[in-house]
């Protein structure tokens, strides 16, 4: 049953239906956190004229129909093709298989775009299997939740949360523009990068902090001397946050720093000759040098608060339950 106040709150974050609809068919493939998202949005605001759908899965495709997501639920990637926006919501890893198998179906002028972490691959990956007179435009919302599936997804998702358009050198001004409407309708803030560029950006602001999540947790469960159920019981909000992170989509992330290597390693070298750094000051006792870094940090927090990208709300902010609406 549909929460009329849940949908007067998206109205008034989203904004009006648009006068007109941005194209004819959008077709969102891979109907996960975030491709429902983007669904549920398109929805909302009517940013096209028929809004389709499709996933490998047919439970997720049942699903996805049982509660309303698209206009139209469709069976295989040649009837996704049919679509003047087709937005690939699916890890870094499957976009070769299904770009070459989406490819033969395409039409000229249809934009082909994706929501991946990693962009300089996706573009390698995809290109050669587009016709002429189709576009490539890979976009990066900066937003989600450890949430997944069909049922995770909420049209506020994108609501002041950052979205990178990186188009290649040869892409057609008009079909970036057309991308940055598209998310900007739903609620972004756009930039566009160079893929080179946004592959750095995000590795030190995603790839490796998500790559230390993983690895403190699993030290921690590995950990002999203390056992699995003491650090489920005695967490302090460090660990706790970093659990959150850990406990993001696995198949994702493999194929982030996969496909990322060159960046996150990159990255990966200078937090190693940082925390060598780190560990010096504590073995030397140097306090000063331990105050100054912590006092560099907590100003790099507060300005990312400042700018909005996050809450100084208590528990910053983390929602409580199992509704990933809240």
């Known amino acids: 049953m549909p929460d009329p106040q849940k949908a007067q709150s998206e109205d008034r974050q989203l904004g009006a239906k648009l006068v007109e609809p941005l194209c004819a068919r959008l077709c969102v493939i891979g109907i996960g956190l975030i491709g429902s998202s983007i669904l549920h ?12 759908a499709y996933d490998a899965s047919a439970d997720v495709c049942a699903r996805a129909a049982e509660i309303g997501l698209a206009d139209r639920i469709v069976t295989s990637l040649e009837e ?5 926006i087709i937005v690939l919501c699916i890890p870094v890893g499957a976009m070769e298989s299904v770009g070459s198998a989406l490819g033969p179906y395409l039409k000229s002028g249809t934009i082909v775009s994706d929501v991946g972490s990693v962009k300089g691959a996706v573009i390698a990956a995809l290109q050669p299997h587009l016709p002429d007179g189709v576009s490539l435009i890979p976009a990066h919302p900066v937003a989600g939740t450890e949430y997944s599936g069909p049922d995770a997804g909420f049209a506020t998702l994108f609501v002041g949360r950052w979205c990178i358009i990186t188009p290649p050198v040869s892409a057609d001004p008009a079909a970036t523009e057309k991308m940055c409407a598209l998310w900007s309708a739903m609620g972004s803030d756009v930039e566009i990068m160079t893929p080179a560029h946004h592959d750095l950006v995000l590795a030190i602001t995603s790839h490796v902090p998500h790559l230390i999540a993983y690895n403190i947790v699993g030290t921690a469960a590995d950990l002999e001397e203390v056992t699995q159920s003491e650090v489920i019981k005695f967490s302090a909000g460090g660990f706790r946050d970093f659990t959150r992170i850990a406990a993001s989509d696995p198949t ?3 194929d982030v720093f996969l496909n990322n290597k060159e960046a996150v390693l990159e990255i990966l070298g200078r937090f190693n000759e940082d925390l060598a750094a780190l560990q010096r000051m504590i073995r030397w006792g140097d306090g000063q040098g331990l105050f100054d870094l912590f006092t560099r940090t907590r100003a790099i927090r507060r300005s990312i608060i400042a700018q909005g990208q996050e809450t100084n709300a208590a528990d910053f902010g983390r929602r409580v339950g199992n509704d990933p609406t809240q």
């Open 41 to 52: 949005a398109a929805k909302r605001r009517r940013l096209a004229a028929e809004i389709i």
């Open 80 to 84: 996704a093709a049919a679509a003047d």
């Open 252 to 254: 994702m992330w493999r």
